[in-house]
Structure formats: structure tokens, C-alpha cells
């Protein structure tokens, strides 16, 4: 059956995310910005929110261990939002033309539920575009495990054969493809639009 919907990642593919941009501007010294990122507040420890546990409850685990950085734990939730500095070159152009062109879009992001709401609140005019958006940290279900992929379709009211989804990490496409979902590895804004006119989602630019 032809493709006839796009469900995208955010994380990456629709928007930049790096912890550094915040704390960067917290630091004086970049060997301590280097060994918090790295020895506390850790990307492994933020895949916590992902999956639904409160910063209220993890914020204070790690202050425990880390009493002399809590002031920078404790900040991390509330300002969240400068993680990300803006979207990914061609992505917002790209959703608005697929959105134009009548293609039903959609996303599934692991990402904090707590977290998403006032990032998609700021991002509004991309967001809106979206007929639904499932979000990790809400269902407490994360990429790659297929029960996410299986819960969107569903509410998605689309077949795994009439979508398309586009992540940039591997083991999220495999995660999708698993449930008989066509996947892209996101790369960047012009391979993507090249597989999207080949599945005659977008008209070729002349």
C-alpha cells in the first residue's frame, strides 16, 4: 500500500537538543561544565524523564549524590526549554510543505511529558501542524521497545503500511520497522525530502 502519513521524531530530526547550550552559560570553567555533563547530570540520567519518573523525585536523588552541584541539578528541569536552541535547518520548512501539500503528520518523541508541554506550547506554530503527538515520558513507554510504535498506530488510526517514520537513531528505526513500519535514519533535511518525492509525498523541486 502506498505511503500516505509521516510520523517524525523531534529530538534530532525536528529540533536540536544539547544540555551544554544552558550550562555553558552557567559555568565559568569548562573543565567543571565538562565533568558535570559527564559525571552528573548525564544524558543517562535524563533518559529517566523520558520514561516518566518526575524531576521532583530524580533531581533530588542525584542532589544527594551531588550535594556541591545542586543549584545546577535543580536547574535543569525548570529551564529545560534552553536546551534547545531551535530546529533542525529544513525541518520547519520541510513539515510546513508536507503539512500544505494535505499529508498527515505526526510525531512519537521520547521526551518528558512535564518537560513537553511548555516546549510545544513555545513551538506552537510547528506543533499545530501535528495531528498527534505521542510522548514517552506520558505513556512511560520509550523508543525503542515496539509497545510505543504499536500504541501510536493505534491512536494514529493509520497501518503500518501507510506511514513512514523518521528517527535518527538506529535502534529506534529497527524499533519501528520491527512493527512493520517503513523507517528513514534521519540524516539530514535534503536525504529525507529526497525519499519523501520518491514516495510521492513531495513534488521534486524544480
Do not use: C
Not at 142 to 153: E, H, R, S
Amino acid at each position: 500500500m502506498p505511503v500516505a502519513s509521516v510520523i517524525f521524531d523531534v529530538g534530532h530530526v525536528l529540533y536540536d537538543w544539547d544540555p551544554r547550550i544552558l550550562y555553558e552559560r552557567l559555568f565559568d570553567d569548562e573543565r567543571a561544565l565538562d565533568a558535570f555533563l559527564r559525571d552528573v547530570a548525564t544524558r543517562e540520567w535524563h533518559f529517566q524523564h523520558d520514561a516518566g519518573r518526575p524531576f521532583a523525585e530524580t533531581s533530588e536523588e542525584l542532589v544527594a549524590l551531588h550535594p556541591d552541584h545542586a543549584d545546577m541539578i535543580r536547574l535543569w528541569g525548570p529551564r529545560f526549554g534552553e536546551q534547545i536552541p531551535g530546529p533542525i535547518p529544513g525541518m520547519t520548512e520541510l513539515v510546513e510543505e508536507l503539512d500544505a501539500a494535505g499529508v498527515p503528520l505526526f510525531a512519537i518523541t521520547n521526551f518528558s511529558g512535564e518537560f513537553f508541554a511548555p516546549f510545544r506550547l513555545r513551538e506552537a506554530r510547528l506543533f499545530d501542524r501535528f495531528r498527534d503527538i505521542v510522548v514517552s515520558g506520558d505513556e512511560r513507554l520509550v523508543k525503542p521497545d515496539p509497545a510505543i510504535f504499536q500504541l501510536a498506530l493505534r491512536r494514529f488510526g493509520v497501518a503500518a503500511e501507510e506511514t513512514i517514520f523518521v528517527d535518527d537513531n538506529a535502534a529506534n528505526v529497527a524499533g519501528a520497522e520491527a512493527v512493520g513500519i517503513r523507517a528513514h535514519l534521519f540524516r539530514d533535511a535534503a536525504t529525507l525530502r529526497g525519499e519523501l518525492e520518491t514516495l510521492g509525498l513531495l513534488r521534486p523541486r524544480r
